[in-house]
């Protein structure tokens, strides 16, 4: 009976091959699943889905071994993620290769986060190695593991309980097939970078959480206190959520705090420039200056704390610490800003 195409990993039908699936269903364990190199238009808008955040934690694909094209016993054995864009820029790259693709369950989390997380990790690898029976599959006795995923893995313990061998492959599944050539990765291969093209798809899963919450806030404030206050609290939301993964390598400090609050001084100033109203007192228009640029510049600042998981500008112990350091900075900024601005406010209305 012929397998019926998967609409998640583009698994490609063979006549009498295994069961296999890419939902989480019950299959059997040992089973090699079947994939191939293309990207399908069902795939772009999985793809597409994922970067916006829709169903964030759904984006996965069935763990355990794949076969990709027509391997044999000596074929390369790869290792990734079960996050689907993880999976498929892996078997995108390697067109015209045949080898096997064991995936781990990393819950739907890409490899360089998941090693983080620990699920792409020693345990889980030696556990899918067994549940796979690979040593049954393969006659040699080596995984190509994706170097952002070193964090997670003991290669020693991988070998000393599976025989095992872990091979770090380069940083970009692109480098792949060449490296396959000699198993050596160069330099350029090894060198991370974080261009604005892969920056820039981290904003639209940050942006959606955050947007509807300011667009609200905003019209509230708008209606009820003042436009000006509205368009800054707008401005300083975008700010954290859109310019700051853009300009992150050019902001001249070190913690993505110092830049997010950086970046929040920067685009508040317009407002003070301009906002000179007439018989406003030289003594209000400093306070506002002053509010303003103690409430909103926070804002963005906390809201450029969530790339942190996301770049290769951080490390774990560097954000926790950066976190404790800043947040009761931000929090005092925030609440003086606060005070002011409400002093401020009852002064006008002669409140006080």
């Known amino acids: 009976m012929d397998t019926p195409q998967s609409s998640c990993c583009s698994c490609t039908p063979v006549s009498g091959a295994p069961p296999y699936t890419c939902t989480g269903d019950a299959t059997t364990e040992g089973v090699i699943h079947i994939t191939d190199s293309t990207i399908t238009f069902t795939n772009h808008r999985d793809h597409f889905l994922a970067r916006w955040g829709v ?18 016993p000596e074929s390369p054995v790869f290792a990734s993620a079960n996050y689907t864009l993880s ?8 067109t015209g290769v045949d080898a096997y693709i064991l995936v781990l369950d990393t819950k739907g989390i890409n490899v360089w986060c998941a090693a983080g997380k620990g699920t792409f990790g020693t345990e889980e690898i030696i556990h899918r190695i067994e549940t796979t029976a690979l040593a049954s599959i393969v006659t040699h006795r080596r995984i190509i593991v994706p170097q952002l995923g070193a964090p997670g893995i003991s290669w020693m313990e991988v ?9 770090f492959g380069p940083v970009r599944a692109t480098d792949l097939p060449e490296f396959t050539k000699t198993h050596t990765a160069t330099p350029a291969m090894r060198r991370v970078q974080f261009p604005l093209r892969d920056r820039i798809v981290l904003i639209p899963v940050e942006l959606v959480q955050v947007l509807p919450y300011a667009v609200v806030a905003t019209l509230v404030v708008g209606f009820f206190l003042n436009w000006i206050v509205a368009l800054q609290l707008l401005t300083a939301t975008l700010a954290g959520t859109v310019l700051f993964p853009i300009l992150l390598p050019y902001i001249p400090t070190y913690d993505f705090s110092t830049k997010g609050l950086l970046l929040g001084f920067v685009v508040m100033l317009p407002f003070i420039w301009f906002n000179v109203a007439p018989g406003v007192s030289p003594m209000m228009l400093a306070g506002y200056a002053v509010a303003s640029l103690l409430f909103f ?16 500008f951080t490390s774990r112990t560097g954000v926790r610490k ?31």
Do not use: C, Q
Not at 55 to 72: D, I
Not at 302 to 308: H, K, S, Y
Not at 323 to 352: E, N, S
């Open 55 to 72: 169903n964030r934690m759904g984006h996965r694909v069935e763990p355990g071994l794949y076969r990709l094209g027509n391997p044999t």
């Open 87 to 94: 999976f498929d820029a892996l078997r995108s790259a390697l």
């Open 159 to 167: 070998l000393r309980r599976s025989g095992f061998k872990i091979e």
């Open 297 to 312: 510049p926070p804002i963005t600042a906390f809201l450029a704390l969530n790339f942190t998981g996301a770049t290769t």
């Open 322 to 352: 950066e976190i404790f350091t800043y947040i009761r900075v931000m929090a005092a900024m925030f609440i003086t800003g606060f005070i002011i601005a409400l002093l401020l406010f009852l002064a006008r209305v002669k409140v006080i």
